[in-house]
């Protein structure tokens, strides 16, 4: 199970850090796994936001280069989603799964930028 969390409601200009924990079947292959961020706004396509390989590399969408920071433990299993500047356009369901996303989906957790 990948688990996503730290969602909430933040103003414009503010900062949130989304949070990603896999369990159960994820937990052995967490490691050696490329995972990634993905949002979906109401009425829009899910997208991919960020993601880092098992090297550690990172990418990022244009929309948030620069503003969001993926970043990964494999120790605890983790990885986070470190996001700065918000914009109302941010405000989505935030999601994570592999990259690709080859596995089910997640609740995902609620990104609301408004004041």
């Known amino acids: 199970q990948l688990q996503a969390s730290g969602g909430g409601l933040v103003q414009p200009g503010g900062s949130l850090r989304l949070s990603c924990a896999a369990s159960?079947?994820?937990?052995?292959?967490?490691?050696?796994?490329?995972w990634g961020w993905y949002r979906q706004a109401p009425g829009n396509q899910r997208e991919p936001v960020a993601w880092?390989?098992?090297?550690?590399?990172?990418n990022y969408a244009d929309s948030v280069k620069g503003r969001f920071t993926i970043s990964r433990d494999n120790a605890k299993r983790t990885f986070d989603l470190q996001m700065s500047s918000l914009k109302p356009e941010d405000t989505s369901v935030y999601y994570c799964?592999?990259?690709?996303?080859?596995?089910?989906w997640g609740q995902g957790t609620l990104v609301t930028v408004s004041s």
């Open positions: 799964n592999g990259r690709p996303p080859y596995y089910p």
């Open positions: 880092i390989t098992n090297n550690g590399d990172t």
């Open positions: 159960g079947s994820f937990y052995s292959v967490f490691g050696i796994n490329n």
